[in-house]
């Protein structure tokens, strides 16, 4: 597989701080050499930013535009992108991206499901919000509930609720749980990956989901188009502890690797980001081998080997 590593060296809008470190972090710590030694071919870009930091937001959007063009310009090589992201907002980026590549007459351009694995929900918006903090709002952004004026400056259109997973959940505010229980998302929390394992936790519903995409097709052939969305603190802190907001009660490594590799063979996996890495926390090097290895299992699957046949 031809991969393009996308690096998106900020924290909301602002370069090399904090969860911005993480992208450079992975560069330097040997992802592009650990995907090369899985026989992928790699190129490395970095996204920047247009123009001066004005308002978070408005930052944010800026450097989502640089990330769609670097996904379109890699999809139109032929490459796989995986974009290290500071936050989880630059996955409005990496759909933009990946819808300017279909056009709007596709019939996938309207199926384009998204997988989401976050300790947190992200699913704030300005009403529900406790604390303000613009990176608890990505997922709401991505379906248009927060700050639709994004899909304008983006381009493309809001991610259908019905098309959403989000899985490994268990910090979420009253607020933003209640909006997640009553909307379309399909959600698998971490307290019932806990309770049944991730397998018969996960299993049913991304087979629901496939379904569904699979339905929105107007040509039901071939598996449906997904972007996985990774947020390294879905892991347990034991496990990848370099994050901003660690949370108790998470994923092993073999259950988040295992959920990459049941996404596949589920979906045609177009892009992937990787967000929340912060490099100078404590147990960085831990969260940084957990990060490069869920980059070769997805590069790996998006190539369609099976997990048995690969080094
Ligand atoms: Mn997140």
């Given amino acids: 597989m031809d991969v393009t590593l996308v690096a998106v060296p900020y924290d909301l809008g ?4 904090g969860s911005g470190r993480g992208p450079t972090a992975y560069l330097e710590g040997g992802a592009a050499e650990a ?3 899985g026989g992928h071919d790699v190129e490395v870009v970095t996204a920047r930013r247009s123009a001066a930091f004005g308002s978070e937001l408005e930052a944010v959007l800026d450097v989502d535009a640089a990330v769609a063009a670097l996904v379109i310009a890699a999809i139109a090589d032929g490459r796989l992108p995986l974009v290290l992201a ?10 933009a991206g990946l819808l300017a590549t279909r056009g709007d007459s596709d019939p996938d351009h309207g199926r384009l499901a998204t997988i989401w694995l976050d300790a947190h929900g992200d699913f704030n918006t300005p009403k529900t919000t406790e604390t303000g903090y613009l990176d608890g709002m990505p997922l709401a952004m991505l379906t248009g509930r927060a700050f639709p004026e994004a899909w304008v400056r983006l381009g493309g259109k809001p991610l259908d609720e019905t098309l959403t997973l989000h899985a490994g959940g268990r910090d979420l505010d009253p607020a933003e749980a ?4 009553t909307s379309q998302i399909t959600v698998v929390s971490g307290a019932e990956v806990r309770e049944r ?7 049913p519903a991304l ?4 379904a569904r995409a699979v339905d929105l097709g107007q040509v039901a052939t071939g598996r449906p188009p997904a972007q996985l969305h990774v947020d390294i603190d879905v892991l347990d802190p034991s496990v990848a502890p370099a994050v901003g907001f ?3 009660g998470g994923l092993t490594l073999a259950e988040l690797l295992a959920a990459v590799e049941m996404s596949g063979a ?4 177009l892009a992937l980001s990787l967000t929340s890495f912060a490099p100078e926390s404590a147990g960085g090097g831990g969260t940084l081998d957990c990060g490069v290895a869920v980059l070769t299992t997805a590069a790996g699957v998006a190539s369609g080997f099976p997990a048995a046949t690969r080094r």
């Fill in 35 to 37: 995907l090369r030694a």
């Fill in 178 to 181: 209640g909006a997640m229980a």
């Fill in 207 to 210: 087979d629901e989901l496939a």
């Fill in 197 to 203: 394992g991730l397998g018969e936790a996960l299993a």
């Fill in 246 to 248: 660690p949370s108790p």
């Fill in 266 to 269: 589920r979906f045609d996996l």
């Fill in 14 to 17: 602002r370069e090399g701080v």
């Fill in 86 to 95: 500071g936050n989880c907002n630059v996955t409005l980026g990496v759909r």
